[in-house]
């Protein structure tokens, strides 16, 4: 018997847009995406296997697998509710991190988001045209540009973060409190600096 994995179609799109006044996209739950799993498929019956059946297959890197997987559908449903609040993971990102320190270098602000300079640029000449942030260079250094957030852009990241927030309680309101502080534990004992994995393909 040869067998193969299944990917759900879901995996395989992005910008996801909500329903009208629900930041669920198309009345999805956040459990229904996760629960959308691969499968491992027997290819000589067409028919998924059975619990026992995927148990007993070798299965070396499966750990992996699902946690990537789940990444990837909840980054997607992520930024389809950021598309629908007029941001994406990028412009939430920096002005998260300008909210928390403003008045940031555009070199720190890259380094602290894991955003490539020339992405973060093509970013902020967007950010500071819809007037969310403003660049000044440096009083004592003319080389350093500084970022800050505008009145409006304090308001825009506050409605990408309402967007966020949303997700998050679905993901919290699926697991239970320990389940919760033992995923926040795993993450945290996983989790790489910022500078060492740069964020790539999320539009920008």
């Given at each position: 018997?040869?067998?193969?994995?299944?990917?759900?179609?879901v995996?395989t799109?992005?910008?996801?847009?909500?329903?009208?006044?629900?930041?669920?996209?198309?009345?999805r739950t956040?459990?229904?995406?996760?629960?959308?799993?691969?499968?491992?498929?027997?290819?000589?019956?067409?028919?998924?296997?059975?619990?026992?059946?995927?148990?007993?297959?070798?299965?070396p890197?499966?750990?992996?697998?699902?946690?990537?997987?789940?990444?990837?559908?909840?980054?997607?449903?992520?930024?389809?509710?950021?598309?629908?609040?007029?941001?994406?993971?990028?412009?939430?990102?920096?002005?998260?991190?300008?909210?928390?320190s403003?008045?940031?270098?555009?070199?720190?602000?890259?380094?602290?988001?894991?955003?490539d300079?020339?992405?973060?640029?093509?970013?902020?000449?967007?950010?500071?045209?819809?007037?969310?942030?403003?660049r000044?260079?440096?009083?004592?250094?003319?080389?350093?540009?500084?970022?800050?957030?505008?009145?409006?852009?304090?308001?825009?990241?506050?409605?990408?973060?309402?967007?966020?927030?949303?997700?998050?309680?679905?993901?919290?309101?699926?697991?239970?409190?320990?389940?919760?502080?033992?995923?926040?534990?795993?993450?945290?004992?996983?989790?790489?600096?910022?500078?060492?994995?740069?964020?790539?393909?999320v539009?920008?």
């Open positions: 018997m040869e067998s193969v994995l299944e990917v759900p179609s995996l799109t992005t910008g996801i847009t909500p329903a009208s006044g629900d930041q669920r996209s198309g009345g956040v459990v229904g995406l996760i629960e959308r799993r691969p499968r491992l498929v027997d290819l000589d019956s067409d028919r998924a296997l059975s619990a026992p059946d995927a148990a007993s297959a070798p299965a890197g499966l750990l992996l697998r699902d946690f990537l997987l789940t990444a990837q559908l909840l980054r997607d449903e992520l930024e389809g509710r950021l598309l629908a609040a007029n941001g994406n993971l990028h412009s939430w990102s920096i002005l998260s991190a300008l909210e928390r403003d008045g940031l270098s555009q070199k720190g602000l890259s380094e602290a988001c894991g955003i300079a020339p992405t973060i640029t093509r970013v902020l000449d967007r950010l500071e045209t819809q007037g969310f942030v403003r000044r260079r440096d009083a004592e250094d003319r080389r350093v540009v500084r970022v800050s957030l505008t009145g409006n852009g304090r308001l825009q990241h506050l409605h990408l973060a309402r967007a966020a927030q949303s997700l998050e309680h679905e993901l919290g309101a699926a697991l239970s409190p320990w389940s919760s502080d033992a995923l926040r534990g795993a993450l945290d004992g996983v989790s790489v600096p910022p500078e060492r994995h740069p964020a790539r393909g539009r920008s």
